[in-house]
């Protein structure tokens, strides 16, 4: 029983294209998260929601558009894929917002060709 | 807004050594310290958090100390073993006053390697 399980593990793709990765919690949690792991490891904050609800948008290109459709899941839509969006893309939750343990996926790991 | 600092970025320990990771942050209204664990092509794993409240945790060979006055925390790793061997991030957290909104901000992470 995965707690947070994200689809496609992989992603490979061309410049230009537009893809989506899909993430469910399964934990109850009320607040999802997308983060972004460069090739140096950084991890990033891209978006929270609570309760479908979103909280915190950092600076993030308007190609990326996260929905949630209900609480217990949080998709992830990236348009005009650029080089620079290679990365491993990591779905998490947590009970509420702030000062909680987070849960993460297993990662979208995106190649841009 | 929040700013984490970890040091080393790489940890080289042999077997059985202690090891020390330690990260300081910017924000004294930061209050929670979450230490999470990521193994090669995994995902991170959290393995121990500490409040503002508590001084020091210990959970087996793991433990985690905080300074609030100095605004540093350090993990605390005793008898190693090679599958200690992954990357460590420390991250903080806050929540400000009258608000339930927080975010965690990660170092940038100590990958630390356990030779047998």
């Known amino acids: 029983d995965t707690a947070v399980s994200q689809t496609p593990k992989y992603l490979v793709t061309q410049m230009g294209n537009d893809k989506s990765i899909k993430c469910e919690q399964n934990?109850?949690?009320?607040?999802m998260y997308w983060y972004k792991q460069d090739s140096k490891k950084f991890l990033k904050i891209m978006f929270s929601?609570?309760?479908?609800?979103?909280?915190i948008n950092e600076t993030v290109p308007n190609r990326f558009s996260p929905k949630s459709p209900d609480k217990a899941h949080l998709n992830l839509h990236i348009n005009s894929l650029e080089l620079g969006d290679s990365a491993v893309y990591f779905c998490?939750?947590?009970?509420?917002?702030?000062?909680?343990?987070?849960?993460f996926g297993d990662g979208t790991r995106l190649s841009i060709l | 807004g929040e700013n984490v600092e970890q040091h080393p970025s790489t940890l080289s320990v042999q077997e059985g050594d202690s090891a020390v990771i330690k990260c300081t942050y910017s924000?004294?209204?930061?209050?929670?310290f979450p230490w999470y664990k990521q193994e090669l092509g995994k995902r991170p794993q959290l393995i121990i958090d500490?409040?503002?409240?508590?001084g020091e945790k210990k959970d087996q060979r793991i433990a985690v100390t905080l300074n609030k006055t100095a605004k540093h925390f350090s993990l605390h790793i005793t008898e190693t073993q090679p599958e200690d061997s992954a990357v460590y991030f420390c991250?903080?957290?806050?929540?400000?006053?009258?608000?339930?909104?927080?975010?965690?901000?990660f170092g940038r992470g100590t990958q630390l390697t356990v030779w047998p």
């Open positions: 998490a939750s947590s009970p509420t917002t702030g000062n909680q343990p987070q849960h």
């Open positions: 500490i409040r503002s409240n508590v």
């Open positions: 991250a903080a957290d806050r929540v400000d006053r009258g608000s339930t909104l927080g975010r965690l901000y």
């Open positions: 924000d004294s209204a930061s209050n929670y």
């Open positions: 934990l109850g949690h009320d607040t």
């Open positions: 929601y609570n309760n479908k609800e979103l909280i």
